[in-house]
């Protein structure tokens, strides 16, 4: 079974960075497009970002294009998502997907989640 750990989550200022991992084991990694999704209380998850299985093609929600870079190490089984000039509406649970989908930016498209890691920014 394909498992996801992410890790990374703190207590940042605004116009801070942070820099959030997700580990997977248990699946062939290079299959999968990976994804970031963050959720807040009493809303829906929301894309963030999403790269393909070769790391060649990447996708970002409007709201973090500029400040936000996903990468990915196939060699590492690891998927990276580089957070800079945080705001205070940033603030989430961010969860890292894993999906055979080319639907990127919906979350029916994700086979996989981790648990989440908590990211506050203060302002």
């Known amino acids: 079974q394909v498992q996801l750990v992410e890790s990374g989550g703190r207590l940042v200022q605004a116009g801070g960075s942070l820099r959030l991992s997700c580990a997977v084991s248990?699946?062939?990694?290079?299959?999968?497009?990976m994804g970031w999704f963050r959720q807040t209380p009493g809303k829906e998850g929301e894309f963030v970002a999403a790269i393909s299985r070769n790391g060649g093609s990447s996708q970002y929600a409007d709201s973090v294009k500029g400040r936000f870079t996903i990468s990915r190490d196939n060699a590492k089984n690891t998927v990276s998502l580089q957070m800079n000039n945080l705001k205070p509406e940033d603030t989430a649970v961010y969860s890292c997907a894993a999906g055979l989908s080319p639907r990127w930016t919906s979350n029916d498209s994700y086979d996989y989640w981790g648990q989440g890691t908590q990211v506050t920014v203060s302002s």
């Open positions: 248990g699946g062939t990694f290079s299959w999968y497009h």
